[in-house]
């Protein structure tokens, strides 16, 4: 027994220590095939960066950020390693493939872009110039992604603004960091163009689901009123689930309290006053297609590209939406100060633009300008001899104004801030038009329908400034000007979808027809 266990010790030693050598020749013989793979170092300079877009110069726009970039890098290739193209690559096409997230119809100008990262197409391109393709196509994303159309073309469709510049150096000082394509911190947009993009997905899905169904109604509907039966209303609440405006649809064709509360909703982020019935124009705006909707969220993302993210770092500033025909006082990223306003009419469009308030005018003259002098003083004083003094009129130095007053056209204050627009923000006397839905009706000018306390809100950092003395300032019947000790950034844009501060999306009417135009110029590209 004994001589038996010690064999089998013997054995089990033998065994091990054979297998321990094979393991070892193994290992030795993996050592001796295994290639080392050298490392890839692409000479990358300018005679070939300049020969490559002698043959690609369609992107040739692009060549001194190139140039400028590989100079950093020490003339040696970006997107390429010894195994192909780098990770960050990959993520850069696959981005560039899915522009439609965002609202964006563009195509790379060469299609060997593709043959790069096509499994089934065959790169015929150099590596120096598949490392130049990809670089030309990092610049060409960011451009439109993040920059939009040129200067030239948003000054040709009215867009003052100032214009965000697109700096190249910062991005690509981290060219290779993931956010820098990816987008994680949401940090180099205006942050409205990244609440668009959401709702363009919500929409997307929604037309991908077959949209909505026209309402169908007959040429005798009067609208529908709390307790009304109708086959309509259950195509008005089905409707209205599919945007999230009704939490359920329970198919009821009864209209109940929780269908008026949902029209209700509707209504107020399609800039409409509710009214408590189910007017034929609420149905006309819930029957405009998805579609339609998806156009007017891609052309108000574009504008989001030309605003520069470093706005809403402000401490305070005054916007204004034209569309929206509001006014909002922003301190610190949150809303302090809301006022409907009055804007321009088609034929005397408020211009879209920026501007630093530095004064406020208590008791203002109206200076009027040559234009109205032509248009309507003139013909009214030829039928009217006592024209000038009905209106509170007068000459002065050959200019007519208007003398202060609760009558005057400017009311007991206006607000101002240099431009060439002579554009300004003021009170008024016709304070009826602030209870209609559509107010475009101003000559060009702002007119607020809270001045008082706009001027509270804005002389609060001025303890002398108490809510009576400008009381007493806005009716003394004498103009009197106040510095701010603080100039206000005044911006007065243009958006007809809005998503706001609690993550509902707003459609406002294109008042001044401004969406077409522009929808044009991105669906062609």
Same mark, same amino acid.
């Given at each position: 027994m004994k001589i038996w266990y010690r064999f089998a010790v013997i054995m089990l030693v033998f065994i091990a220590v054979s297998c321990n050598s094979k393991g070892d020749k193994k290992e030795e013989s993996q050592k001796v095939d295994k290639v080392v793979i050298p490392e890839l170092k692409l000479s990358i300079d300018s005679l070939a960066i300049a020969g490559f877009y002698e043959a690609y110069p369609k992107l040739k726009n692009f060549q001194d950020e190139v140039f400028s970039l590989y100079n950093k890098k020490q003339s040696t290739q970006l997107w390429l390693d010894n195994k192909g193209v780098v990770e960050f690559g990959n993520t850069l096409y696959d981005k560039y493939k899915g522009l439609e997230n965002e609202g964006l119809k563009?195509?790379?100008?060469?299609?060997?872009?593709?043959?790069?990262?096509?499994?089934?197409?065959?790169?015929?391109?150099? %590596?120096?110039?598949?490392?130049?393709?990809?670089?030309?196509?990092?610049?060409?994303?960011?451009?439109?992604?993040?920059?939009?159309?040129?200067?030239?073309?948003?000054?040709?469709?009215?867009?003052?603004?100032?214009?965000?510049?697109?700096?190249?150096?910062? /991005?690509?000082?981290?060219?290779?960091?993931?956010?820098?394509?990816?987008?994680? !911190?949401?940090?180099?947009?205006?942050? @409205?163009?990244?609440?668009?993009?959401?709702?363009?997905? @919500?929409?997307?899905?929604?037309?991908?689901?077959?949209?909505? %169904?026209?309402?169908?109604?007959?040429?005798?509907? %009067?609208?529908?009123? /709390?307790?009304?039966?109708?086959?309509?209303?259950? @195509?008005?609440?089905?409707?209205?689930?599919?945007?999230?405006?009704?939490?359920?649809?329970? !198919?009821?064709?009864?209209?109940?309290?929780?269908?008026? !509360?949902?029209? !209700?909703?509707?209504?107020?982020?399609?800039?409409?006053?509710?009214?408590?019935?189910?007017?034929?124009?609420?149905?006309?705006?819930?029957?405009?297609?998805?579609?339609?909707r998806i156009k007017t969220i891609i052309a108000n993302m574009e504008r989001c590209r030309w605003i520069d993210p470093e706005l809403e770092k402000g401490q305070k500033y005054i916007e204004v939406n034209i569309p929206e025909f509001r006014l909002y006082i922003v301190e610190d990223g949150k809303i302090t100060f809301i006022s409907p306003v009055v804007v321009g009419r088609t034929m005397t469009k408020t211009v879209v633009f920026s501007g630093m308030m530095n004064n406020i005018v208590f008791s203002p003259y109206w200076n009027v300008p040559p234009s109205i002098i032509k248009s309507e003083i003139k013909p009214g004083m030829a039928k009217d001899k006592n024209y000038l003094a009905k209106k509170n009129l007068e000459w002065n130095n050959g200019a007519v104004r208007q003398l202060p007053g609760k009558n005057n056209s400017l009311g007991l204050v206006k607000f101002l801030f240099p431009n060439s627009s002579n554009i300004y923000l003021h009170d008024t006397p016709a304070k009826s038009l602030f209870e209609r839905e559509s107010r475009a009706f101003s000559h060009g000018c702002v007119r607020v329908a809270k001045p008082r306390e706009l001027a509270i809100e804005l002389l609060k950092v001025d303890p002398k400034w108490t809510p009576e003395r400008i009381d007493k300032a806005m009716h003394a019947g004498k103009e009197s000007w106040y510095t701010l000790k603080k100039k206000v950034p005044v911006y007065i844009g243009y958006f007809t979808a809005w998503v706001d501060r609690e993550g509902q999306l707003n459609f406002y009417k294109d008042i001044y027809q401004r969406d077409e135009s522009l929808i044009k110029l991105l669906t062609e590209e």
């Open positions: 563009a195509n790379f100008p060469y299609k060997e872009i593709n043959s790069i990262f096509e499994n089934n197409s065959v790169n015929k391109l150099s %590596k120096v110039n598949t490392d130049l393709m990809i670089t030309n196509l990092y610049f060409y994303y960011a451009e439109k992604v993040y920059r939009g159309f040129d200067e030239k073309t948003s000054i040709s469709l009215e867009w003052l603004l100032p214009r965000k510049k697109l700096n190249y150096k910062v /991005l690509t000082d981290s060219l290779f960091e993931k956010s820098t394509i990816n987008d994680d !911190k949401k940090s180099k947009m205006f942050s @409205q163009y990244y609440k668009l993009r959401d709702a363009l997905h @919500q929409y997307r899905e929604i037309e991908k689901n077959g949209g909505w %169904k026209t309402i169908e109604i007959g040429e005798d509907y %009067k609208g529908l009123k /709390l307790g009304d039966s109708s086959t309509i209303i259950g @195509q008005i609440r089905e409707r209205l689930f599919v945007t999230g405006d009704i939490k359920e649809d329970n !198919k009821s064709a009864v209209c109940d309290t929780v269908l008026m !509360k949902a029209v !209700k909703n509707y209504e107020l982020r399609h800039g409409y006053v509710p009214k408590n019935t189910i007017l034929l124009e609420h149905i006309n705006d819930l029957n405009i297609p998805v579609s339609d």
